[in-house]
């Protein structure tokens, strides 16, 4: 059982990788468009701050809240997309906290989803808002809240130009910033992550801990993809980098995107060449090979505790497990 197999796809959704609107990029220049849409009451307006956005939940499952925009507060504005009815959805970014103050009104239930957005590893803690909130959103609603919490954190950290340092002007819907003494033109940036689950032959899979995580917190290797550097390569550059095994043949397998703050993860199974392990003591506070047996029971018992379900590590791991596993961080 230590080989996987070459036909194998990951079990269960990847819980961000999910949408249910078109993001109408024709329409982000049309200056016509955007007004008659924002002038529209059908319109549906999602107010974020510092990536903490308002949800109502019940029984189990979550939605965003949004506003008309005529309720909405003044803030950035970004487009996010068109639904198959053909209503728009923008994001409004403010610098109040929510929940917002009046007039805005509040429908009944509403609660405040905090979405962490500065974070600087892929695993961090802080982070565990979103994981929460992600899994609980049905398509549509996860999908709007990943748009809309990735642009906001890249407009807040890029309102210079990275040429002349002058102040730049948001244009197209919220996907573009122009420097008005120089011209350039500046998108939004994603990053992109490997994340691996390695095996070896022996039917078992390697898992580690990272230095800021507490006792029994677990999960595969991950590392960002250098320039010059393909995926594979980094694959194999951040598995021995972290813990001296040597890999091949990674096998992608899917992605998600990952707004902390602008991160696109790339999932991968790779094959242990050598399985002595030697951990950068930076990197990595411990980590050890597991077989299936071992994990199951491990988990069972609480001796390890995984990432949670609307992460791609938590798809790896179970794919690779071959069934869902209980409890999470």
Known sequence: MGDVPHDQTLLGPLLLARGGVDRAALHRNDEAWLKTAWADPATRV???????????????TAELVFLAPN??????????????????????????????????????????????????????????G????????????AGLLVNAVALEAWHATHEHCPRCGARTDIVAGGHMRVCPSDGSQHFPRVDPAVI?????????????RGPQWPEGRFSVLAGFVEPGE??????????????????????????????????????FFAQATSTEIKVDPDEIAE??????????????????????????ARRLIETWYGSYLPGDW
């Open 46 to 60: 999602l107010v974020i701050n510092d990536g903490n956005t308002l949800i109502r939940r019940h029984n189990g």
């Open 71 to 128: 309720e909405a507060p003044a803030g950035h504005r970004y487009l996010l997309g068109v639904d198959p009815d053909g209503v728009a959805y923008f994001a409004v970014a403010v610098t109040t906290p929510l929940p917002l103050p009046d007039p805005v009104p509040l429908p009944q239930g509403t609660e405040v989803a905090e979405v962490v957005q500065d974070v600087p590893d892929w695993a961090d803690v802080a982070s565990e």
């Open 130 to 141: 979103l994981r929460r909130a992600g899994a609980a959103l049905g398509d549509r609603d």
């Open 196 to 208: 691996m689950l390695v095996h070896d032959g022996d039917d078992r899979c390697l898992l580690a």
């Open 230 to 267: 393909s995926l594979e390569q980094a694959v194999a550059r951040e598995v021995f980098e972290e813990v001296g095994v040597t890999v091949a043949t990674p096998r992608y397998l899917g992605s998600q995107p990952w707004p902390f703050p602008r991160s696109l993860m790339l999932g």
């Open 287 to 312: 980590a050890m090979w597991l077989t299936r047996a071992e994990l199951g029971a491990a988990v069972e018992n609480g001796d390890i505790r995984l990432p949670p379900g609307v992460s791609i």
